[in-house]
């Protein structure tokens, strides 16, 4: 069974930086891409950061690009979120997924989802 749990978030003033963590268990890891999607209060669930488990390649949204990192430790099996320039904007409940696609943008494409975790930006 594939548990994807996130931790992490918080309330952080604008500028500021937070790291969202997502220990998985459950999946043959090198074949799945994970990412980072986000959703605000009245808004879709979008795409923010994805990496390829194997190589570690990754995506970033435009929004986020230089400000927010994403990257995997093999031996935790944890994949984590670096963000830094936190603005208002920003906040969201961040979720974690897993798809098998590679490097899919595209958030029906994810099979996997963690619970979310919230972070909010104070102006």
């Known amino acids: 069974q594939v548990h994807l749990v996130e931790s992490g978030g918080g309330l952080v003033q604008a500028g500021g930086s937070l790291r969202l963590s997502c220990a998985a268990s459950?999946?043959?890891?090198?074949?799945?891409?994970m990412a980072w999607f986000r959703q605000a209060p009245g808004k879709e669930r979008a795409f923010v950061a994805a990496i390829r488990w194997s190589v570690g390649n990754t995506y970033y949204a435009d929004s986020v690009k230089g400000r927010f990192t994403i990257s995997r430790d093999n031996a935790k099996n944890t994949v984590y979120l670096q963000m830094n320039s936190l603005k208002p904007e920003d906040t969201a409940v961040y979720y974690c997924?897993?798809?098998?696609?590679?490097?899919?943008?595209?958030?029906?494409?994810?099979?996997?989802w963690g619970q979310g975790t919230q972070v909010t930006v104070s102006s």
């Open positions: 459950g999946l043959t890891f090198s074949r799945y891409t």
């Open positions: 997924a897993a798809s098998r696609i590679v490097g899919t943008r595209v958030k029906d494409d994810y099979d996997y």
